[in-house]
Structure formats: structure tokens, C-alpha cells
């Protein structure tokens, strides 16, 4: 269950900051969620200091992403000509990945920087998705539409970006009435009409706006191989109504990643699981394993730990469910 008030995100900051001191391998991506929290929970002050530990450490995995997050989180509190001198630090050292790009991007769209971050994402969409591509990662498919969005704000004509944004977007509703700026008129109407599509339109983007909590991670599945279920559920068989077999619960998963991505969410993402490492996990919580709301957190605490294979996968590659067959002949075939 995520964190609902900010109370919530405080205390699951503080959480994974133990979780940080406990397993040090998996320190950066700890203490990046703990950092989203605390600037979801509105204490951005608090989460400098996470970023500057994790920049003076030796080697830090991924310095870029860091370096964006901390200047998204500088300006927030009013710290702008040093966010802006950390942005221009970053885009002079092209980054290798989508979120740390995303992330500049919509720092600069938040703060009406618009022709900025309009130029940030077709540079990262340069870099990122060749041209031709039929198959373009999941990542590099929310910057286009990123891209889409603020071009519509500066009212640019559509070009070769925007259409394959346009040919890439699944949602009911497209992303030109979705990035429409006279949406913000239908906000004052007393129509009742205009008022329940305005309702459709922003359940349909729901998830798509980047907030800090999501950036850098997926919001992730539990996947358990066949042995590992049957050990689990020989151990816990009170989990036996959440596993009935080893098939529906693959074919759960896929159901439930499609649902998400239909909704827009971002970062969708595979973690596998294990019963030693969830019977530590548990232990760690003084939680029971056979506490079935336990599964989640520990879906979400693997992923914040980078342990987590994005989704989809190329229609040619692997499947996530262990297969090995390319996707397009596995789960990728399922309808629902």
C-alpha cells in the first residue's frame, strides 16, 4: 500500500533509511527512495543532505540521475541559480538513461522554462531513440510524451517526435486532447457534461505526471519462479488464495501490468522473489510471512533496491515470466 499523508512518507523515508544501514550494497537506490519521500512529504531541505552523501561516495552508479534529482529538489525550495548551474553540468555530460533526462526536463516545465525543456527532451530524444526505430523502450516512450506535452504548451506545430509519441500513446483518450491547454477552461464550467469528460480525460493521464516518487523506480510486480511458489506456499500455505496455481499467477501479472499501463502509470517493472529473502524481509518488518499485505512492500522495497526488469520487454526479447521464449510468443500473446 503506498503513503498516503505526509506523515506516511516520513515514516517510510526512515524506513528505508534503516533498510539503507542494513543491506550497504543497495545503499544509492535506498536512499533515493528515501529522498522521493521526503520530498513528496514536503520537507525538500531534508533530502539535500541524501543526495550530497550519495555524490561523495566512491563510484555511485548513477551520478547523472542523482545530480537531476537534486537539482529538481534545490529549486523547489529556492535554490535556483544552483539547480540551474547543476542542470547545465548534467546536460554538458550527455546521460546514458531516460530518467535522468525526464528528470531535468520537467524540472525546467515546472518552472515555466519551457523553451528550455522543450530543447532537453528532443536532445534526449535524439540521443535515446534511433531514428526508424519500429520498438522504442518504455523509458524513452514517457519522454516522448513528455516532449509532446510541453510542445502543445508552446503551441508548436506537430513533427516526426510527436507523431510517434502520438503512434506509441494506448490511453482512451489521445495525448493532443490530453496535452491540450484550453483543458484548463473546462475546470471552470458549470456543465455537467464538460465537467465528466474533463473527469474521463484526467483519469486517463493519471500516473503519467513524474512526480518524485516515481522517477527513478518502477512501480514493480512480484513474480515467483515455480519452485520458489511451491516452497512458498508449502511453508504459508495461508498464501495459497493469493497463488492458487503457478499459470494464473503468471497470468495475473500480465493482466495487472496491461491494467496499469492502460491507466498511464510509468516505470512498470518484474522483481522475482525468493523465500529466504522474504522471510528476511518479514523479519526485518516483525511481520509474519503468511501476512499476505506484507507481498506489496516487499514488491516495492526489491525495486527500490534496483532489483527490478522493466516492462514490457521488446516484443523479441526474453519474456520476464523465465521462459526464455521472446515475449511476442509468450505472455506478450495473452488478451484480456
Same mark, same amino acid.
Given at each position: 500500500?503506498?503513503?498516503?499523508?505526509?506523515?506516511?512518507?516520513?515514516?517510510?523515508?526512515?524506513?528505508?533509511?534503516?533498510?539503507?544501514?542494513? %543491506?550497504?550494497?543497495?545503499?544509492?537506490? #535506498?536512499?533515493?527512495? *528515501?529522498?522521493?519521500?521526503?520530498?513528496v512529504a514536503g520537507d525538500p531541505a531534508r533530502a539535500t543532505p541524501l543526495y550530497d552523501e550519495l555524490l561523495a561516495a566512491d563510484a555511485p552508479e548513477n551520478p547523472q540521475l542523482i545530480r537531476a534529482l537534486k537539482a529538481?529538489?534545490?529549486?523547489?525550495?529556492?535554490?535556483?541559480?544552483?539547480?540551474?548551474?547543476?542542470?547545465?553540468?548534467?546536460?554538458?555530460? =550527455?546521460p546514458a538513461d531516460a530518467a535522468a533526462w525526464e528528470v531535468l526536463a520537467e524540472t525546467l516545465e515546472a518552472h515555466d522554462e519551457l523553451e528550455e525543456s522543450e530543447a532537453t527532451f528532443t536532445t534526449a530524444a535524439e540521443?535515446?531513440?534511433?531514428?526508424?526505430?519500429?520498438?522504442?523502450?518504455?523509458?524513452?516512450?514517457? #519522454?516522448?510524451?513528455?516532449?509532446?506535452?510541453?510542445?502543445?504548451?508552446?503551441?508548436?506545430?506537430? /513533427?516526426?517526435?510527436?507523431?510517434?509519441? /502520438?503512434?506509441?500513446?494506448?490511453?482512451?483518450? @489521445?495525448?493532443?486532447?490530453?496535452?491540450?491547454?484550453?483543458?484548463?477552461?473546462?475546470?471552470?464550467? @458549470?456543465? =455537467?457534461?464538460?465537467?465528466?469528460?474533463?473527469?474521463?480525460?484526467?483519469?486517463? &493521464?493519471?500516473?503519467? $505526471?513524474?512526480?518524485?516518487?516515481?522517477?527513478? $523506480?518502477?512501480?514493480?510486480?512480484?513474480?515467483?519462479?515455480?519452485?520458489?511458489?511451491?516452497?512458498?506456499?508449502? *511453508? %504459508?500455505?495461508?498464501? &495459497? @488464495?493469493?497463488? =492458487?496455481?503457478?499459470?494464473?499467477?503468471?497470468? /495475473? +501479472?500480465? !493482466?495487472?501490468?496491461?491494467?496499469? *499501463?492502460? !491507466?498511464?502509470? =510509468?516505470? +512498470?517493472?518484474?522483481?522475482?522473489?525468493?523465500?529466504?529473502?522474504?522471510?528476511?524481509?518479514? !523479519? @526485518? &518488518?516483525?511481520?509474519?510471512?503468511?501476512?499476505?499485505?506484507? #507481498?506489496?512492500? %516487499?514488491?516495492?522495497?526489491?525495486?527500490?533496491?534496483?532489483?527490478?526488469?522493466?516492462?514490457?520487454?521488446?516484443?523479441?526479447?526474453?519474456?520476464?515470466?523465465?521462459?526464455?521464449?521472446?515475449?511476442?510468443?509468450?505472455?506478450?500473446?495473452?488478451? $484480456?
Amino acid at each position: 500500500m503506498r503513503p498516503d499523508t505526509p506523515a506516511d512518507h516520513i515514516t517510510e523515508a526512515e524506513r528505508l533509511l534503516r533498510t539503507a544501514a542494513q %543491506y550497504p550494497e543497495d545503499r544509492e537506490p #535506498l536512499l533515493l527512495r *528515501a529522498a522521493a519521500h521526503l520530498e513528496v512529504a514536503g520537507d525538500p531541505a531534508r533530502a539535500t543532505p541524501l543526495y550530497d552523501e550519495l555524490l561523495a561516495a566512491d563510484a555511485p552508479e548513477n551520478p547523472q540521475l542523482i545530480r537531476a534529482l537534486k537539482a529538481a529538489n534545490l529549486w523547489e525550495y529556492g535554490h535556483e541559480a544552483e539547480a540551474r548551474a547543476i542542470i547545465a553540468g548534467v546536460r554538458a555530460t =550527455p546521460p546514458a538513461d531516460a530518467a535522468a533526462w525526464e528528470v531535468l526536463a520537467e524540472t525546467l516545465e515546472a518552472h515555466d522554462e519551457l523553451e528550455e525543456s522543450e530543447a532537453t527532451f528532443t536532445t534526449a530524444a535524439e540521443a535515446l531513440v534511433a531514428a526508424g526505430d519500429e520498438e522504442v523502450p518504455y523509458p524513452a516512450q514517457s #519522454l516522448l510524451a513528455g516532449r509532446h506535452r510541453v510542445r502543445r504548451l508552446l503551441a508548436l506545430e506537430h /513533427d516526426g517526435w510527436d507523431r510517434l509519441a /502520438d503512434r506509441l500513446h494506448t490511453a482512451p483518450v @489521445s495525448l493532443d486532447e490530453l496535452h491540450d491547454p484550453k483543458r484548463l477552461w473546462a475546470l471552470g464550467s @458549470s456543465d =455537467p457534461a464538460e465537467l465528466q469528460a474533463e473527469i474521463e480525460r484526467l483519469r486517463s &493521464e493519471l500516473g503519467s $505526471f513524474r512526480v518524485a516518487l516515481s522517477r527513478p $523506480f518502477p512501480v514493480a510486480v512480484l513474480l515467483w519462479s515455480e519452485a520458489e511458489l511451491d516452497e512458498l506456499l508449502a *511453508a %504459508y500455505p495461508e498464501l &495459497e @488464495s493469493e497463488y =492458487p496455481t503457478h499459470r494464473a499467477h503468471l497470468t /495475473d +501479472l500480465e !493482466a495487472s501490468l496491461r491494467e496499469l *499501463a492502460a !491507466a498511464g502509470t =510509468p516505470n +512498470l517493472g518484474v522483481v522475482r522473489g525468493t523465500v529466504p529473502s522474504y522471510e528476511a524481509f518479514a !523479519a @526485518s &518488518e516483525a511481520t509474519a510471512p503468511s501476512n499476505a499485505a506484507l #507481498l506489496p512492500q %516487499y514488491a516495492t522495497t526489491l525495486a527500490a533496491r534496483g532489483h527490478a526488469t522493466p516492462w514490457p520487454p521488446l516484443r523479441t526479447a526474453p519474456c520476464w515470466c523465465g521462459s526464455q521464449r521472446p515475449y511476442a510468443d509468450c505472455h506478450g500473446t495473452q488478451r $484480456f
